[in-house]
């Protein structure tokens, strides 16, 4: 039993022994790896080692050889080499301390149990010892022992080395292959014996100046330097120089002969041999001279050929042929221009070395002259010359007259003045216009057999047809082109003008808009008036101050100016009225009168009423009672005209109005008869023309623009024209629905072609308009017969109204006087109550008066008819202030302290 327990520790022991040798192994393999792949990678630096050492690859094959051997030695000796089992006991036991040396004990005490030695021994001791020893080896574990994780570094620098090896085979495959053969092959890469020299010259005819390279490459035993002998020709070796040549690397050796002048013999020196004799031939470089340039121009320029000498370059018109001539230094066999472009051109070789050539200048840039010898040399460096083509300059045209923007009548010609030049001369001028259907068409102004570098001329355009409805523009320009032959005639074009045609309505609105604007600045004028009343009234009781006066003579210059500004747009409205066709001699007539008034109020009232008002500048008391009756009489004469001249300007304003209605009228009449007049001649051809029916429509359309115009019109001016001409009952029932309801069944028959219905329907068409015609004109009679009816009856009545209050107000006047004469010896005593009897008598009264004054004066300002009248609601709104203003005066006289001054 004894035997089968060390048996087990025995058998345990020998699988750690195998364990621990193979685990040895990997480990120095993998050592064997790194160093092989280190040993790899340095010999790629052996190549230019060589170069200084020569026995570098054989010290490197056997080093490394003599390395490799023994670190594979060093590998396998764990292979071969046992080990004793106390050091294996020892290696478990360090592991595993609580084994307390049984493993050791029991390998030791072993043997004693095969000897007879009772006396010394305990042989049961040493049994239960290996007992014990067996049944713990088991229990342990030959990877903890052994621990496999000591090949990590090692096997992690291996394979670190070897992929970089992998790595650098890929990128660099040439120079690891040399390594590799380096350590195969040591002896191969000896170094010779022998020197050999293999000489390669640059060039063995060369141009003056040009570098002449020497290379020489030296095989077998390589010396350290090398010399170059050199002689020129006609000198001998002896006569020579010597030259130390450049150490290149890999046994290449150089030396340049830089600028060479003539030529020239050399021969490679080296410590223990020398090269043949080699010759170099320097030839001087071609070249040309005497250059000569013929010019023959363009044959529209009328230019004579020209010669130039000296130099190379050429300017010259497009088109224009140049022939050159030079000399060469010596025989060419071949010459070409070449252009910047890329392109060239052939030279022809002369004798006695002249060279021609021909080119035509079509663009600028640059070109050389180049040729070539019998050798195949060219001259190099060649000079560049310039081209210069002066380019055929586009002609020029101005329009002198008329101005570039100009308002014209179609029915007179338009005289253009134009001055046009070129270089070589203009051959056509046109005039190009551009039609209302946007069209471009030319008319041809002169074209010239003989083209004149200056032309001066003059065209009368005759536009009537040409140009597009009022108010409409049609630009045009001149065209002109030159002779150019050779890049295509060139054209020039004048700056652009325009003709707007003058429109008579958009004329005759400005001047509608100017009365209107004359209406409206009357009316403020009048208003500014009646405000400056109002603050002038507390003046009159009390005197301004100073600053307050000084305002007050603002006021009445502000007012000065303002009327001067009115009798300038008087005076523009009648130079439109002198011009506008549209426009009667009424309404001159009416603006001349408004003018003459106007001036007369800003020459006359309103110089009175500031010399008026000069009283109330100069005293520091109320002015008396026939300086303030003066003031009032010169406010009231100039706030009267004014009124007048207010409610004229918008009397003028609605005449002109009327006369509109009437001239819109008579233009679609005479539209109407145009279109019968087309209906007639149409229904006299064979068959339809597609052009006079498209004509036709038109009209049409013209006709129907003109009714819409006038059914604009009407609805827009109730509320600037008098009522007995809106209200006017053949106005209220103009039959504009059956007129439109006519032109299109008008156009309806046309798209039919039924010409005779169409004729039949326009004239059912004429008819209706020339009774609403009618019925325009009968109600602008009764409306000029009677002017403004309704406005008179009102205002007559508002009148009586206020009549009647100012009758009301001098009874109660009256009685109040009468009331106080009656108490006058009683007043010293009974002041105050006879007073407040007074007042509680008359206060009612006056308080009934206002009251009723308010009311009348709000109804009248809310009616329709005052609220359409701004004018003659301002003149309701002065009597009302007036008026207010006497009551107050009333009142103000009867408080305590002008009782006295009515007794």
């Given at each position: 039993?004894?035997?089968?327990?060390?048996?087990?520790?025995?058998?345990?022991l020998?699988?750690?022994?195998?364990?621990?040798r193979?685990?040895?192994?990997?480990?120095?393999?993998?050592?064997?790896?790194?160093?092989f792949?280190?040993?790899?990678?340095?010999?790629?630096?052996?190549?230019?080692?060589?170069?200084?050492?020569?026995?570098?690859?054989?010290?490197?094959?056997l080093?490394?050889?003599?390395l490799?051997?023994?670190?594979?030695g060093?590998?396998?000796?764990?292979?071969?080499?046992?080990?004793?089992?106390?050091?294996?006991?020892l290696?478990v036991?360090r592991?595993?301390?609580?084994?307390?040396?049984n493993?050791?004990?029991s390998?030791?005490?072993y043997?004693?149990?095969?000897?007879?030695?009772?006396?010394?021994?305990s042989k049961?001791?040493i049994?239960?010892?290996?007992?014990?020893?067996?049944?713990?080896?088991?229990?342990l574990?030959?990877?903890?022992?052994?621990?496999?994780r000591?090949?990590?570094?090692?096997?992690?620098?291996?394979?670190?080395?070897?992929?970089?090896?992998?790595?650098?085979?890929?990128?660099?495959p040439?120079?690891?292959?040399?390594?590799?053969?380096?350590?195969?092959?040591?002896?191969?890469h000896?170094?010779?014996?022998?020197?050999?020299?293999?000489?390669?010259?640059?060039?063995?005819?060369?141009?003056?100046?040009e570098?002449?390279?020497?290379?020489?490459?030296?095989?077998?035993?390589?010396?350290?330097?090398?010399s170059?002998?050199?002689?020129?020709?006609?000198?001998?070796?002896?006569?020579?120089?010597?030259?130390?040549?450049?150490?290149?690397?890999?046994g290449?050796?150089?030396?340049?002969?830089?600028q060479p002048?003539?030529?020239?013999?050399?021969?490679?020196?080296?410590?223990?041999?020398?090269?043949?004799?080699?010759d170099?031939?320097?030839?001087?470089?071609?070249?040309v001279a005497n250059?000569?340039?013929?010019?023959?121009?363009?044959?529209?320029t009328?230019?004579?050929?020209?010669?130039?000498?000296g130099?190379?370059?050429?300017?010259?018109l497009?088109?224009?042929?140049?022939?050159?001539?030079?000399?060469?230094?010596?025989?060419?066999?071949?010459?070409?221009?070449?252009?910047?472009?890329?392109?060239?051109?052939?030279?022809?070789?002369?004798?006695n070395?002249?060279?021609?050539?021909?080119?035509?200048v079509?663009?600028?840039g640059?070109?050389?002259i180049e040729?070539?010898?019998?050798?195949?040399?060219?001259n190099?460096?060649?000079?560049?010359?310039?081209?210069?083509?002066?380019?055929?300059r586009?002609?020029?045209v101005?329009?002198?007259?008329?101005?570039?923007?100009?308002?014209?009548?179609?029915?007179?010609?338009?005289?253009?003045n134009?001055?046009?030049?070129?270089?070589?001369?203009?051959k056509?001028?046109?005039?190009?216009?551009?039609?209302?259907?946007?069209?471009?068409?030319?008319?041809?102004?002169?074209?010239?057999s003989?083209p004149?570098?200056?032309?001066?001329?003059e065209?009368?355009?005759d536009i009537?047809?040409?140009?597009?409805t009022a108010?409409?523009m049609?630009?045009?320009?001149?065209?002109?082109w030159d002779?150019?032959?050779?890049?295509?005639?060139?054209?020039?074009?004048?700056?652009?003008?325009?003709?707007?045609v003058?429109?008579?309505?958009?004329e005759?609105?400005?001047?509608?808009?100017?009365?209107?604007?004359?209406?409206?600045?009357?009316?403020?004028l009048l208003?500014?008036q009646?405000?400056?009343?109002?603050?002038?009234?507390?003046?009159?009781?009390?005197?301004?101050s100073p600053?307050?006066w000084?305002?007050?003579?603002?006021?009445?210059?502000?007012?000065?100016?303002?009327?001067?500004?009115?009798?300038?747009?008087?005076?523009?409205?009648?130079?439109?009225?002198?011009?506008?066709?549209?426009?009667?001699?009424?309404?001159?007539?009416?603006?001349?009168?408004?003018?003459?008034?106007?001036?007369?109020?800003?020459?006359?009232?309103?110089?009175e009423?500031?010399?008026?008002?000069?009283?109330?500048?100069?005293?520091?008391r109320?002015v008396?009672?026939?300086?303030e009756?003066?003031i009032?009489?010169?406010?009231?004469?100039?706030?009267?005209e004014?009124?007048?001249?207010?409610?004229?300007?918008?009397?003028?304003?609605?005449?002109?109005?009327?006369q509109?209605?009437?001239?819109?009228?008579?233009?679609?009449?005479?539209?109407?008869?145009?279109?019968?007049?087309?209906l007639?001649?149409?229904?006299?051809?064979?068959?339809l023309?597609?052009?006079?029916?498209?004509?036709?429509?038109?009209?049409?359309?013209?006709?129907e623009?003109?009714?819409?115009?006038?059914?604009?019109?009407?609805?827009?001016?109730?509320?600037?024209?008098?009522?007995?001409?809106?209200?006017n009952e053949?106005?209220?029932n103009?039959?504009?629905?059956?007129?439109q309801?006519?032109l299109?069944?008008?156009?309806?028959?046309?798209?039919?072609?039924?010409?005779?219905?169409a004729?039949?329907?326009?004239q059912?068409l004429?008819?209706?308009?020339s009774e609403?015609m009618?019925?325009?004109?009968?109600?602008?009679?009764?409306?000029?017969?009677?002017?403004?009816g309704?406005?008179?009856?009102?205002?007559?009545?508002?009148?009586n109204?206020?009549?009647?209050?100012?009758?009301?107000?001098?009874?109660?006047?009256?009685?109040?006087?009468?009331?106080?004469?009656?108490?006058?010896?009683?007043?010293n005593?009974?002041?105050r109550?006879?007073?407040?009897?007074?007042r509680?008598?008359?206060?009612?009264e006056?308080?009934?008066?206002?009251k009723?004054?308010?009311?009348?004066?709000?109804e009248?300002?809310?009616?329709?008819?005052?609220?359409?009248?701004?004018?003659?609601?301002?003149?309701?709104?002065r009597?009302?202030?007036q008026?207010?203003?006497?009551l107050?005066?009333?009142?103000?006289?009867?408080?305590p302290?002008?009782?006295?001054?009515?007794?």
């Amino acid at each position: 039993m004894d035997r089968v327990h060390y048996r087990r520790i025995e058998h345990f022991l020998r699988r750690v022994a195998l364990r621990l040798r193979l685990l040895t192994f990997l480990e120095r393999l993998a050592l064997w790896l790194a160093v092989f792949s280190v040993i790899l990678l340095g010999g790629m630096a052996l190549r230019p080692l060589q170069e200084w050492f020569a026995y570098a690859p054989l010290l490197y094959s056997l080093g490394s050889g003599l390395l490799l051997l023994l670190l594979a030695g060093y590998a396998l000796i764990p292979l071969l080499r046992p080990y004793a089992s106390d050091f294996l006991a020892l290696l478990v036991e360090r592991q595993y301390p609580w084994l307390r040396n049984n493993l050791i004990n029991s390998l030791q005490l072993y043997p004693f149990l095969e000897r007879e030695d009772p006396a010394q021994r305990s042989k049961g001791l040493i049994q239960g010892l290996l007992a014990q020893t067996a049944s713990q080896v088991p229990r342990l574990d030959i990877g903890k022992v052994v621990d496999i994780r000591l090949l990590y570094r090692p096997f992690l620098l291996a394979f670190s080395l070897s992929a970089t090896l992998g790595l650098v085979s890929l990128l660099a495959p040439l120079p690891l292959q040399h390594s590799l053969d380096f350590l195969l092959h040591p002896w191969a890469h000896l170094p010779p014996r022998q020197t050999v020299m293999e000489v390669d010259v640059s060039a063995r005819r060369v141009l003056t100046g040009e570098p002449v390279t020497v290379t020489v490459t030296v095989t077998g035993r390589r010396p350290h330097t090398l010399s170059l002998r050199y002689w020129e020709e006609g000198r001998g070796p002896e006569q020579g120089k010597r030259y130390q040549m450049t150490a290149a690397g890999g046994g290449r050796f150089l030396y340049t002969f830089s600028q060479p002048q003539k030529p020239f013999h050399f021969q490679v020196l080296a410590p223990t041999v020398s090269s043949a004799v080699y010759d170099v031939d320097v030839l001087p470089p071609p070249a040309v001279a005497n250059l000569k340039l013929h010019y023959f121009y363009p044959a529209y320029t009328d230019l004579p050929p020209a010669v130039r000498e000296g130099s190379g370059d050429i300017e010259a018109l497009v088109g224009s042929e140049v022939r050159m001539e030079m000399v060469a230094n010596r025989e060419m066999v071949a010459g070409r221009l070449l252009f910047d472009d890329g392109s060239q051109l052939p030279l022809t070789i002369g004798e006695n070395g002249l060279i021609r050539g021909n080119t035509v200048v079509m663009k600028s840039g640059g070109y050389t002259i180049e040729v070539t010898d019998r050798y195949g040399f060219t001259n190099p460096n060649p000079i560049h010359y310039r081209i210069q083509a002066i380019p055929d300059r586009h002609p020029q045209v101005e329009i002198v007259s008329p101005p570039e923007e100009i308002t014209v009548d179609e029915s007179k010609p338009i005289p253009i003045n134009y001055v046009a030049q070129d270089d070589f001369g203009v051959k056509e001028v046109y005039l190009v216009y551009t039609t209302p259907q946007q069209e471009e068409k030319k008319i041809s102004l002169q074209v010239l057999s003989k083209p004149r570098t200056l032309l001066r001329g003059e065209y009368y355009w005759d536009i009537l047809g040409i140009l597009p409805t009022a108010g409409g523009m049609v630009s045009y320009f001149l065209e002109v082109w030159d002779n150019d032959t050779i890049s295509g005639p060139k054209k020039g074009v004048s700056r652009t003008h325009y003709l707007k045609v003058r429109s008579q309505e958009e004329e005759h609105e400005r001047l509608q808009e100017l009365q209107k604007e004359i209406a409206e600045s009357l009316l403020n004028l009048l208003g500014n008036q009646l405000e400056f009343s109002e603050k002038l009234e507390p003046f009159l009781q009390e005197p301004p101050s100073p600053q307050e006066w000084q305002r007050l003579q603002q006021d009445q210059q502000a007012q000065r100016q303002q009327a001067r500004r009115i009798l300038s747009q008087l005076e523009e409205a009648l130079r439109r009225v002198e011009r506008d066709p549209m426009s009667n001699y009424t309404t001159f007539e009416d603006l001349s009168t408004l003018q003459q008034n106007l001036a007369f109020t800003e020459k006359r009232l309103m110089p009175e009423m500031q010399k008026a008002l000069e009283p109330l500048g100069q005293r520091r008391r109320p002015v008396e009672a026939e300086e303030e009756e003066a003031i009032r009489r010169a406010q009231e004469r100039l706030t009267s005209e004014l009124e007048k001249m207010a409610l004229y300007a918008d009397d003028i304003a609605k005449r002109s109005r009327m006369q509109d209605l009437e001239n819109v009228g008579q233009k679609l009449l005479r539209q109407q008869n145009n279109l019968l007049d087309s209906l007639d001649r149409l229904s006299r051809l064979d068959q339809l023309d597609p052009k006079a029916l498209q004509a036709l429509q038109k009209e049409l359309d013209e006709i129907e623009r003109l009714l819409q115009s006038l059914m604009e019109a009407l609805s827009q001016l109730p509320s600037s024209l008098p009522d007995e001409f809106v209200n006017n009952e053949a106005i209220q029932n103009l039959p504009f629905d059956d007129m439109q309801q006519t032109l299109d069944a008008l156009r309806q028959k046309l798209a039919e072609g039924d010409i005779e219905g169409a004729k039949a329907l326009a004239q059912q068409l004429l008819k209706s308009l020339s009774e609403m015609m009618a019925a325009l004109q009968n109600a602008q009679n009764l409306a000029q017969s009677m002017p403004f009816g309704g406005q008179q009856s009102n205002m007559e009545r508002a009148a009586n109204e206020l009549t009647d209050i100012v009758r009301e107000q001098q009874e109660i006047l009256r009685e109040t006087v009468r009331h106080d004469k009656r108490f006058t010896q009683r007043i010293n005593q009974r002041q105050r109550q006879d007073f407040a009897r007074l007042r509680a008598q008359s206060q009612p009264e006056v308080d009934r008066l206002l009251k009723k004054n308010r009311v009348l004066w709000e109804e009248l300002s809310h009616s329709p008819y005052f609220q359409e009248r701004p004018s003659e609601r301002l003149h309701l709104s002065r009597n009302y202030f007036q008026m207010s203003r006497e009551l107050s005066k009333v009142l103000h006289n009867f408080s305590p302290e002008k009782v006295g001054e009515l007794f």
